[in-house]
């Protein structure tokens, strides 16, 4: 990850990859196909689906009991991942070398998605949200949409810490404003 952040996709070669790790190249290429499968694995191993580690921390019964606390805890727990040095120097390459297509990138964002579009399918159906602000994927779109572009735009490798502490600033209060807009009484159960 070091050498493709620093040189970019096209500017890393497989030798520096090979030099970089201890290996000749010929070992390299017995494990991994090309440079692609080597980007996927650092993908695989530091993107979005290493993100849900930061689950764990996460109330889930929340998800039952108050939604909006729910959501609160969990975007907290993503932007605490994603804050990290690594995670942040992903966001950077991908964004920076156009892979933000890339099929593990892409896989991880589709269950991304297909989670929050459950999650907002559940409350409608349960009543917590009105039917007319349905349907659930829609609600799902509109909900990490921002946090999505505030990821790609402040929680990157040059952010500082105040560009990150207002990032997070400002994705939290989306949530905020989001849950007041769409909660029934705020989140308490109809």
């Keep these: 990850m070091r050498l493709f952040s620093r040189h970019g996709f096209e500017g890393t070669s497989i030798r520096a990859i090979a030099r970089e790790v201890g290996l000749s190249e010929s070992v390299l290429y017995a494990h991994f196909e090309n440079k692609q499968a080597i980007f996927d694995a650092v993908i695989a191993r530091y993107g979005p689906q ?3 580690r ?9 998800a039952n009991t108050d939604p909006p606390q729910f ?12 804050d990290r040095e690594e995670a942040r120097t992903l966001i950077s ?12 990138l892409r896989a991880a964002l ?25 349907p659930g994927d829609r609600l799902a779109y509109s909900f990490t949409g921002p946090i999505g572009l505030a990821r790609v735009l402040h929680l990157h490798a040059d952010a500082g810490p105040a560009e ?15 849950a007041a807009a769409v909660f029934r009484d705020h989140g308490k159960r109809p």
């Design 164 to 178: 990150r502490s207002q990032a997070r600033a400002d994705v939290l209060r989306h949530v905020d404003l989001f």
């Design 50 to 52: 290493d993100s849900a």
């Design 71 to 82: 959501l609160t805890q969990l975007v907290g727990a993503f932007l605490d991942d994603w």
């Design 54 to 62: 930061a689950l764990d921390g996460v109330d889930h019964e929340l």
């Design 110 to 134: 589709s269950g991304t998605t297909d989670y929050a579009t459950r999650l907002f399918s559940d409350w409608l159906a349960e009543g917590w949200i009105p039917e007319h602000l349905g």
């Design 93 to 104: 390459l991908v964004s920076r070398d156009g892979l933000l297509q890339s099929e593990p």
